[in-house]
């Protein structure tokens, strides 16, 4: 039988052809020479170079050379999958694990489709890494190389082509296809369970949709032809994102993309790698060139990285400082995406608001980051930059009654999580906030720039009861509303799909964002109460303060850190609370238990409190202050009571 174009197809070294090829572009069907059409298994080979394929019959054993130049490599077909052997010497990775991986992982792909066959040509020297292989079944065909899948243009269409044309045996069913998950190597750092199914669906969509973006860079939506690393979506989920996962060295590399792209201004760019957008220095968005290094170093301890873009972030707040001499940031805000995507388009929030007081975080953080990397002359100056634009803050956008200029959630939330509410009036700030809420009837009103810090900002200001409204609320907007919808990621639009008006836009509406999901930070440090102590970073001092509430009667979950696993438990029984502790080597927490009656909190040997304090998430509680070191640790006492509850 022949083979494209008409000449012979050798197969083994021999003169006799053991299969037939029908030319399908690329991607042909081969089956045994002389059989039917729907005989024996189907083996695929992909023409590349100098057109010969490899392939055989079940059972066949022999000798056959790749293509693409590779030298003779023994074979046998069993199951319809081609193993190939031979001495390492014969052919660099042939033998190894890694380079026998590859070749299955083809012939697994191919059956997706319904197809068989041996490895196509190109592979390269192994070994291949499993998890950065299997990437997007639809989209890859092709060899691995350097441990990497490298799609080969023309192929999908072809393979496609092939299948429309005939080419797949019989009908498409499920059985017929496998989904392969892609991400890059970020191991999995954090757990979280609770007693509400829910949440506990809510915490998997967190990281679904976590691994379903980080693929090289921090893409806003795996789905969509854009596929970006957009600058705003990474700096507010950055820490859910470290709490997650393991993404030190993953955001180490991103940083790099983002320096690179950084403009000779000192503007940052709204996406990096910059490949078709040419926005730079919008609020929210360019910051991250700030947030998302200290947020690095906070999780990881690592001032490595601190130092290697410290010059890159010097200049972004010299852009700043130029273009604003009146410590007002209302100029140079390119494209200003400001509260992207707030609910039902509602986005009121004054973008010179916003804005500001983004510059105002970014120069607390620098402070911290001079002072850290051993600049303290470089910290004094971000500590008094910091205080002007506070100053200039409250005097443009603060009354005297604590209300924000526009008096949207967001407005609140950005003035007390960046600290620019007069000390004074910082509570009052503080039950506006929660006023609004009340307005919204009891619904969350932010986007993407300032939902990540709505309950961190509420349990801290005596409000943990609203905390738990707005996670608890079931209606649309809220997150889970996306989970009752049957979400299994975290949405691009709080209105993605409703049941009152279906789908959103279909020219933007995404079913896998992480941004909206930055409310996992939230999840391990307030509701589990993993935390650090103020000032530090590394995990090697702790704060251990959990924050029950709502009609959660548990929870418990861990943190992977650089210092070891650090795994928090909680129960509510009757009036009763109990917070359970473990703790690796090296280490010392301050663990602080809420409660009604703090003093009588005691540890499992009936110890007392070190001291009771007051507890910020209710303004009537106290807690119970322990010092404790690594190891597990139980306290108990009475729970803490609903009075002071803003319902």
Same mark, same amino acid.
């Given at each position: 039988m022949g083979g494209p174009g008409g000449e012979a197809l050798a197969v083994g070294g021999g003169t006799e052809p053991v299969v037939g090829l029908e030319a399908a572009g690329e991607a042909a069907l081969v089956r045994p020479a002389d059989g039917p059409a729907d005989a024996g298994d189907r083996l695929v080979g992909v023409q590349e170079q100098d057109g010969r394929v490899l392939g055989a019959e079940l059972g066949q054993v022999g000798h056959g050379r790749q293509p693409g130049g590779g030298l003779e490599q023994p074979y046998q077909v069993t199951r319809g999958e081609v193993q190939l052997g031979g001495q !390492?010497? +014969? #052919? %660099?990775?042939?033998?190894?694990?890694?380079f026998e991986q590859a070749h299955r992982l083809h012939d697994r792909r191919m059956r997706q489709r319904g197809l068989a066959g041996p490895c196509p040509a190109g592979l390269r020297d192994g070994p291949a890494e499993l998890a950065e292989q299997e990437h997007q079944a639809a989209d890859d065909v092709g060899p691995v190389q350097r441990g990497r899948a490298v799609p080969q243009r023309g192929q999908r269409a072809e393979v496609s082509k092939a299948i429309a044309d005939g080419g797949f045996p019989g009908d498409i069913s499920q059985a017929d296809i496998t989904a392969r998950v892609v991400h890059s190597d970020i191991a999995a750092a954090g757990e979280f369970e609770s007693g509400k199914p829910w949440l506990n669906r809510l915490f998997a969509n967190i990281d679904w949709g976590q #691994?379903? /973006? @980080?693929?090289?860079? %921090?893409?806003?939506? &795996? +789905?969509r032809d854009e596929r970006l690393g957009w600058l705003g979506d990474a700096q507010v989920f950055a820490r859910t994102a470290c709490y997650n996962r393991d993404v030190a060295a993953f955001f180490g590399k991103w940083l790099d993309d983002v320096a690179d792209a950084q403009l000779g201004s000192g503007a940052f760019t709204d996406i990096a790698p910059v490949l078709n957008l040419r926005g730079a220095g919008a609020p929210a968005w360019a910051d991250a060139g700030v947030i998302v290094p200290w947020t690095v170093w906070k999780m990881y301890g690592d001032t490595g990285i601190l130092h290697r873009y410290f010059t890159a972030m010097t200049r972004w707040m010299d852009f700043l400082e130029r273009a604003n001499p009146d410590y007002l940031r209302t100029r140079e805000l390119g494209n200003s995406y400001n509260d992207w995507l707030a609910p039902g388009g509602n986005d009121d929030t004054p973008h010179e608001l916003l804005a500001t007081a983004y510059w105002a975080y970014d120069a607390a953080l620098m402070a911290d980051i001079a002072e850290a990397t051993g600049r303290p002359d470089d910290a004094a100056g971000y500590r008094t930059l910091w205080a002007k634009i506070r100053s200039a803050f409250a005097d443009a956008f603060v009354g005297s009654d604590g209300h924000i200029a526009s008096r949207t959630q967001t407005a609140y939330v *950005?003035?007390?999580?960046? /600290? *620019?509410? %007069? $000390? $004074?009036? #910082? +509570?009052? !700030? =503080?039950?506006?906030?929660v006023e609004a809420i009340r307005r919204a009837d009891w619904h969350l009103t932010t986007g993407f720039a300032?939902?990540?810090? *709505? *309950? &961190?900002v509420l349990s801290g200001t005596g409000h943990v009861d609203v905390a738990y409204r707005l996670l608890e609320q079931e209606s649309m907007p809220s997150w889970r509303y996306m989970v009752e919808a049957g979400a299994t990621t975290i949405w691009e639009r709080w209105d993605g799909w409703t049941s009152q008006h279906g789908f959103q836009s279909p020219w933007m509406n995404s079913f896998n964002h992480y941004s909206l999901g930055s409310v996992g930070e939230w999840l391990y440090r307030f509701l589990l109460g993993i935390d650090q102590a103020p000032g530090t970073a590394g995990f090697g001092q702790l704060l251990l303060r959990p924050h029950p509430g709502g009609s959660l009667s548990w929870a418990r979950g861990s943190y992977r850190s650089v210092r070891g696993p650090v795994s928090t438990g909680w129960r509510r029984a009757g009036d009763r609370f109990t917070f359970r502790v473990e703790l690796p080597p090296n280490v010392t927490a301050s663990v602080r238990i809420p409660s009604g009656q703090a003093a009588e909190v005691r540890d499992a040997r009936g110890n007392p409190p070190a001291s009771v !304090?007051? @507890? &910020?998430? =209710? %303004?009537?509680? +106290?807690?119970?202050? @322990?010092?404790?070191?690594?190891?597990?640790? $139980?306290f108990s006492g009475p729970a803490m009571t609903d009075s002071g509850s803003s319902r």
């Open positions: !390492a010497s +014969q #052919r %660099p990775g042939a033998g190894d694990v890694g #691994r379903g /973006n @980080f693929i090289s860079v %921090p893409t806003d939506c &795996p +789905q *950005l003035g007390l999580h960046m /600290n *620019l509410v %007069p $000390e $004074e009036v #910082r +509570q009052c !700030a =503080a039950d506006h906030l300032g939902v990540g810090y *709505l *309950l &961190p !304090a007051s @507890f &910020p998430g =209710a %303004p009537d509680a +106290q807690e119970a202050v @322990f010092r404790v070191g690594s190891g597990v640790h $139980e």
